[in-house]
């Protein structure tokens, strides 16, 4: 009976390992994308503007291929979509597959900046007209999904970016969907709220995410079109939205809509690193709290995000003054 079946897809297969299989269907090259072209009115850099989109070096959902390029895949409300961006020159091309397609490409400009103004913003302290001198291309992108940017930043509360990285990589190679286009099952999609809801309870402790963040998970989900509908309210309206589901709040809500919205006065409160980072930047307080880091930032009113995330940039930051936070794996209790 040898040779008389091709042999079924394993999860080593599916799952983004490439292993031939002799007599097999070779697999279908992918159908060509739609394309849009772009030109920005300034310096844009791809890796400034889409580097917080990226949850950690193994993200499924996110790749930046030697070339330049970025690729994303997203869940849309036309459904799933991979997203490849490439700056050539002045010019940006953009080149989209799947039902979220057209979706990804009609948005090319906000997602990298184009509803950004740069300009509105004046350095107030040597070292932030520096990194802005440094950094021209930072632009504040604006995704328009809110879950997407909401779920991880919920698996990133009160633990190493690490065990985080590893929860989102784990649940949404298992539970998303392989995202479109010529990605070689190396990208994968975020499971739609209905699919997050049905995670089971071991599998959210496999994945290392206690009770509480797996709970305001799936209170989130369960309202998800609720939360995406503050994609039309302006950016403290929106938070003030996502922060009525009990587990999120400030810290979560800002991050959120940093990426959603393109929020430039949405500064993180309720960070561990932030305040002494900008406490040391700007005034030498590596012991700053957020009561102090929000007085810091006071003259860069309407435009804090971008004031911290230069901050950032400058690479001014305090020597480390505690060991590393242990990093824990509940999935092995």
Do not use: C
């Not at 999860?11 to 920005?40: E, K, L, N, S």
């Not at 948005?107 to 509803?115: N, W």
């Not at 286009?181 to 599998?203: C, F, K, Q, Y």
């Amino acid at each position: 009976m040898a040779g008389r079946f091709t042999q079924r897809p394993t999860r080593t297969t599916v799952r983004g390992g490439h292993v031939a299989v002799p007599g097999g269907v070779p697999r279908p090259a992918p159908a060509p994308g739609r394309v849009r072209t772009w030109v920005p009115d300034g310096p844009l850099d791809l890796g400034l503007v889409l580097g917080p989109l990226r949850r950690g070096p193994a993200d499924p959902t996110f790749r930046a291929t030697p070339d330049g390029s970025v690729w994303r895949a997203s869940l849309t409300p036309a459904g799933p979509g991979t997203l490849r961006v490439a700056a050539r020159g002045a010019e940006v091309r953009g080149e989209a597959w799947g039902p979220g397609a057209e979706w990804l490409l009609e948005r090319l400009p906000e997602m990298l900046g184009a509803a950004d103004d740069p300009a509105a913003f004046e350095p107030r302290h040597r070292l932030v007209a520096a990194a802005r001198h440094r950094r021209p291309g930072l632009r504040l992108m604006r995704t328009g999904l809110v879950l997407e940017s909401l779920i991880p930043s919920i698996l990133e509360q009160k633990v190493t970016t690490d065990e985080a990285y590893r929860a989102w990589r784990l649940l949404v190679r298992k539970y998303g969907e392989p995202a479109p286009g010529p990605v070689d099952g190396r990208m994968w999609v975020m499971p739609a709220p209905r699919t997050w809801a049905l995670i089971p309870s071991w599998e959210w402790h496999r994945a290392g995410v206690d009770n509480k963040r797996a709970s305001t998970i799936l209170r989130a989900v369960r309202v998800a079109a609720r939360l995406e509908e503050a994609m039309r309210m302006e950016p403290g309206d929106a938070q003030a939205r996502l922060e009525v589901v009990p587990g999120i709040g400030p810290w979560t809500s800002a991050e959120t809509v940093q990426r959603s919205h393109g929020a430039p006065d949405a500064v993180t409160v309720g960070d561990l690193h932030l305040p002494g980072i900008v406490g040391w930047a700007l005034a030498g307080d590596r012991y700053a709290d957020d009561a102090a880091m929000l007085e810091l930032l006071e003259p860069y009113a309407g435009q804090r995000h971008r004031a911290a995330r230069l901050i950032l940039l400058s690479g001014r930051v305090p020597a480390r003054r505690a060991p590393r936070m242990p990093r824990g794996d509940i999935g092995r209790l």
